[in-house]
């Protein structure tokens, strides 16, 4: 026997009975012939599919009594159904064990199960037709792939609903896809389902394979995607400015005229310095001219080698200079000592610190040297 629209009327009308009397009641309605008492159940299977049905009206009506309503369905099955009731406790048993392991599941997520699992037996019962529905899905933990957390504080993503187990028509399994830039790439030796409403995404290193191209995972099945999970990737690196502090160092010049001895004649000094990049790190080089003032004109001339005065840290790229590149200074010796020439805050170079004439008759080529000490200085740099 069927269930018509009054017989539904009347079990919405018992709703407020609760969910055993409801389906107490509707499954009277259902079952009597011309009212209750009357007539009386002609065919146990006829009795089953009734039942169910009763049950299903309960769970679209009262989802928050899914297992209740179900568990009242299986003391009313006729007694000579136990195949049927058998199949019955098994969408009971995996719908718990579903809820039990995924405290988010609602309880219309719970309901819907219910029915599929319920309308599932009936076409068995009835020979009718049944579209298998795909798994069903209620949440993955975490909730997307950081790919700044994969490798350290991320390998693995646990995925809970419901159904996992269940073979598309053409008997195969979920599949587990990953989207590569364009590509689509099979990667289902990486998901594991232990159980029907578990499932896990391995990410480590024998696991799916990420890199910065990943964009998502997609479970399908029957060919079609189920539900997908977001990969982030790290925002690209920006530049940044930073303040530095170079090497200083020291030149000294080669004797070039002369008799090496400045002889308190000067000497009159002119100095410089330069940077440049050499692809790794910063480079210097510095150049002293100190010549004698009278006399034999002695002199020291030189210009040095380039030497590198910063290396930025691993990982980090230099961009761009943000200040000057070239100081230079000139003066006149007058003493023995060293003699400090300091430029200004915003100059490449601080101080030139030079020794020009020592009051020995060794200078040019031995004594004579200068000390480039440098300002802070400002680069833009990127991490790669």
């Not at 002609?42 to 009262?62: H, K, M, P, R």
């Not at 950081?146 to 996992?164: C, P, Q």
């Not at 998901?191 to 409403?197: E, F, G, N």
């Amino acid at each position: 026997m069927n269930i018509n629209e009054g017989d539904l009327r009347s079990i919405r009308g018992a709703f407020r009975f609760g969910p055993a009397r409801l389906l107490l009641c509707g499954l009277a309605a259902a079952i009597a012939v011309g009212g209750c008492g009357v007539g009386g159940v002609t065919d146990s299977l006829d009795s089953a599919v009734n039942s169910i049905n009763v049950a299903i009206a309960s769970l679209n009506t009262d989802s928050a009594h899914w297992e209740e309503i179900v568990r009242g369905l299986e003391d009313q099955l006729p007694a000579a159904e136990n195949d049927v009731k058998a199949d019955v406790d098994e969408v009971l048993q995996r719908g718990i064990g579903a809820a039990t392991v995924s405290v988010i599941a609602t309880a219309d997520f719970m309901s819907n199960r219910m029915i599929q699992g319920l309308l599932k037996i009936k076409a068995q019962i009835t020979g009718q037709p049944y579209i298998q529905p795909p798994p069903a899905f209620i949440s993955f933990v975490p909730d997307k792939i950081d790919m700044a957390r994969v490798g350290t504080e991320l390998n693995s993503i646990t995925f809970y609903g419901y159904d996992f187990d269940v073979k598309d028509p053409a008997g195969a399994n979920m599949k587990l896809m990953l989207l590569q830039g364009t590509q689509m790439v099979d990667v289902t030796n990486a998901l594991a389902v232990p159980t029907h409403y578990q499932g896990v995404f391995n990410l480590g290193s024998n696991g799916v394979p990420l890199n910065n191209q990943s964009n998502q995972l997609i479970l399908t099945w029957n060919n079609l995607p189920i539900s997908t999970l977001p990969i982030i990737q790290p925002l690209p690196p920006q530049p940044r400015d930073i303040v530095i502090g170079m090497s200083s160092f020291n030149y000294t010049p080669p004797h070039t005229h002369g008799d090496a001895d400045f002889a308190g004649n000067g000497p009159a000094v002119h100095v410089a310095c330069d940077i440049a990049f050499d692809g790794v790190g910063i480079i210097a080089r510095a150049s002293m001219d100190a010549v004698e003032t009278e006399d034999d004109f002695t002199e020291a001339n030189g210009l040095s080698e380039w030497r590198q005065v910063y290396a930025p840290p691993p990982g980090v790229r230099i961009l761009a200079f943000l200040g000057p590149i070239h100081s230079e200074a000139s003066y006149v010796d007058t003493n023995h000592t060293l003699d400090s020439i300091c430029l200004s805050p915003a100059d490449l170079v601080k101080c030139f610190h030079c020794v020009g004439d020592t009051g020995s008759d060794n200078d040019a080529g031995t004594a004579t040297m200068v000390n480039v000490e440098f300002n802070e200085y400002h680069i833009r740099v990127i991490d790669q």
